[in-house]
């Protein structure tokens, strides 16, 4: 089943990196009382880790005394998603460093000690801030994503982390982790495997030996495949409440009749991307491939 995620009043999932104690629990009792959820960290590492696995709707900073881990960390989550608002910790003097994360891409900052007044009004822009949903269109029956990523491996994890936030965020949480290991996949072996053509041996003989970055490296300055492109559409149909994702690769394809079938009940070994097709099959058996082998498309069910 789907949580509405659009509607400006619905609760909001909060992530605090911060390392007072009394910040954390002015933050903590305002926002319980307004129904939203908050996740903490104490460290801006910790923090980037728990942003990505969490997802949360609005991120709030403290400048910590080390100000660049602090503004290290708003840069970094606005790469990964800018329409997700951050907002500032500061203190009084530091006009410069609020400045420095504002321009970084933070929404807005709270001064501390925290008034809770002025962080209610803070957090309501915020909230206001986030873009709605589909769910919130009267008469949008559809809503159609298309992103073309190059053919690196280092952008699956944050593709993936974008698709995940921008469509399937309502999921609960175990299907969101099934759809998350089904999406890294897939995305990886249309850029491993179609893409740059690479086999899977060859892949696991280049870890071994630590040489995978160097492979990687190769195969993009071959002329023949850096130009190459993988696009990935999902589409949500509001009416049917179900998730389609769809993903083409440049490449020569392969025979995935000889991997796919309805039959199929144990994980293929020393197969990579036997072992891929079967982990998403098994979360999602309607798991279809073109002809060619280039394109995958599965679909996910909100209800």
């Known amino acids: 089943m789907i949580t509405p995620t659009g509607s400006r009043a619905h609760a909001r999932r909060l992530l605090v990196v911060a ?6 629990t002015v933050i903590l009792e305002h926002a319980k009382a307004k129904g939203h959820s908050v996740i903490s ?6 923090g980037l880790t728990k942003f990505d696995m969490a997802q949360p709707d609005i991120v709030i900073v403290d400048l910590f005394l080390s100000e660049q881990e602090g503004l290290g960390l708003v840069r970094k989550i606005f790469e990964r998603r800018p329409t997700c608002p951050v907002l ?3 203190g009084a003097g530091h006009f410069e460093s609020t400045m420095v994360g504002l321009r970084a891409g933070a929404l807005d900052y709270v001064q501390q000690p925290i008034h809770v007044e002025e962080f209610a009004q803070v957090l309501q822009r915020a909230i206001h801030s986030i873009p709605a949903s589909v769910d919130d269109a009267p008469g949008v029956d559809c809503l159609e994503y298309v992103l073309v990523m190059e053919p690196d491996p280092e952008y699956v994890e944050s593709t993936v982390t974008w698709l995940l936030h921008e469509t399937a965020m309502g ?3 175990p299907r969101r982790i099934h759809l998350r290991a089904a999406l890294q996949e897939l995305v990886m072996n249309a850029v491993e495997h179609g893409c740059l053509e690479l086999r899977y041996r060859e892949k696991l003989e280049a870890v071994a030996n630590d040489q995978y970055a160097e492979l990687i490296h190769q ?3 071959d002329a023949r495949l850096r130009n190459r492109r993988v696009t990935i559409r999902a589409v949500y149909d509001k009416r049917q409440r179900v998730l389609t994702y769809q993903i ?7 025979n995935w009749k000889s991997r796919v079938n309805d039959s199929l009940d144990a994980c293929p070994i020393g197969d990579g991307s036997g072992r891929g097709i079967f982990l998403v099959h098994s979360f999602f ?8 082998g280039n394109e995958v498309m599965f679909t996910v ?3």
């Open 19 to 24: 390392d007072n104690v009394d910040t954390q």
């Open 41 to 46: 960290a104490a460290t801006p590492a910790l």
């Open 88 to 90: 500032l910790l500061t």
């Open 171 to 173: 999921l609960m949480e």
């Open 219 to 221: 195969r993009l300055q």
């Open 248 to 254: 083409t690769d440049e490449g020569m394809g392969f």
């Open 285 to 292: 058996p309607d798991i279809m491939y073109n002809d060619r």
């Open 301 to 303: 069910s909100l209800v």
